[in-house]
């Protein structure tokens, strides 16, 4: 099975991890010797991924001058840039929309996640939806749920109202069709919560629980902790 493209948003601000980020993109940060987004291609490309494309925008020119082409990671890497104003992360994927034909997987630009992809693209061809989310039972301190989980089923997705019922987070991977993204307005700013609560109020959203845990650099104790994983096994989810 040939796997589809991953689209890796990484065109944050990353203002949780300032003064680190004041003059290098997320992507570029330090982990283990090495710049984030290397760790993000070297799993991928371990896990049977061929073509990845960058989604960029804050300082996203010094992500493509240190990638380039991605052969030196055994990917083919293409980039898309916002353009003069952020889009957020659903802006951004109707960006991408121009370059793929197929289903894609988006990937948070801060989440290292040692998953089974073929598994995950296998589990949604089964099921024949618009989406699909990968969800963990939360087991990070730092991190607050935001979905409840019924017999495999999202029944609600909030960022901003939690409560005992939500035992679960997003873990920072999708699947998509194009079709979840092309009623965006191209080129204008739409975030993916709003896309996500769209497909679920449709039916058309998938949970897929992974039970191995993602990893993320977007705060300070996740990077530490990160760090302190890749720095002692460099090659342990490889």
Known sequence: MRLYPVV???GGLAVRLRPITEEIPKALVEVG???????????LRSRSIERVIV???????????YIGDGSQFGVHVEYVFDGEKPLGTAGAVRKVLDLVDSPFFVLNGDTY?????????E????HARSGLMVVNRNQLEWHDCNLELRNGKIIRYDKNNIDDRM?????????FAPQAFSHLALGQPADMVD??????????LLAYEEQQRFYEIGSFSGLKELDALLSAEPDRFL
């Open 195 to 204: 896309v996500m609560q769209k497909l679920l109020a449709e039916g058309h």
């Open 33 to 43: 010797g090495d710049p984030f987004i290397a760790h993000q291609l070297r799993l």
């Open 8 to 10: 890796i948003l990484a």
């Open 113 to 121: 996640f040692p998953c089974d992809i073929a598994d995950i693209q």
């Open 123 to 126: 589990y949604y061809q089964r």
């Open 55 to 65: 989604s960029a925008w804050y300082l996203g020119e010094m992500i493509e001058e």
């Open 167 to 175: 035992e679960h987070v997003d873990a920072g991977l999708g699947l």
